[in-house]
């Protein structure tokens, strides 16, 4: 049986390399998370409501309204960390992960980030009772899928592929299911 002999640097430069990947991939998914999806779910919130309430709600509509944005909060949070670690890149179009993220949530519906920042902010819509958030989001929504639909999808499938074409056969969109099973 021949023995195994380690080489000093070989393999080490390898995971080195995957671990600088993930480090800037993680850094700039960082970034685009405070400064797209925090300008969209807090900034503009706050400019338009101040976070003020727009009347006393029942505290059921507060409930749900806090449960919804936490929510939202986790699976955006969950997503952006998919593109870093999973991708090696960001949500940014100008910096595109070096591989299809399919994972975790992707597996049930191609735009969790996007469905998340809706119920971020229909959980504010719950918790201020302010109209003017629900017309916010529906803006933002009709924005997102104009985006999606336009922009993103033709570039992941010139940047993927079939890879890309399959995935989108196999995974909805915007409706949430369970994923078929292998065989």
Request: glycine share 10%.
């Amino acid at each position: 049986m021949p023995a195994t002999v380690h080489l000093p640097g070989i393999g080490d430069e390898m995971q080195g390399s995957e671990l600088r990947s993930k480090a800037r991939a993680t850094a700039g998914t960082a970034a685009f998370l405070v400064g797209a999806p925090g300008a969209v779910t807090g900034l503009v919130p706050w400019l338009i409501t101040g976070w003020r309430p727009g009347t006393t709600q029942p505290a059921v509509m507060v409930a749900a309204g806090a449960v919804l944005t936490a929510a939202g909060c986790l699976v955006l949070l969950a997503s952006f960390a998919r593109f870093a670690l999973d991708g090696l890149g960001t949500p940014a179009p100008q910096a595109p992960t070096e591989q299809l993220v399919v994972g975790g949530l992707y597996r049930y519906v191609r735009n969790p980030m996007y469905l998340a920042l809706q119920a971020i902010l229909i959980g504010q819509v719950l918790l201020l009772d302010r109209l003017v958030l629900l017309l916010y989001a529906a803006g933002v929504a009709a924005v997102t899928v104009a985006f999606t639909r336009w922009y993103e999808e033709p570039a992941l499938r010139r940047r993927y592929g079939e890879q890309y074409e399959q995935y989108r056969r196999q995974v909805p969109g915007w409706l949430p299911r369970r994923p078929a099973r292998p065989g």
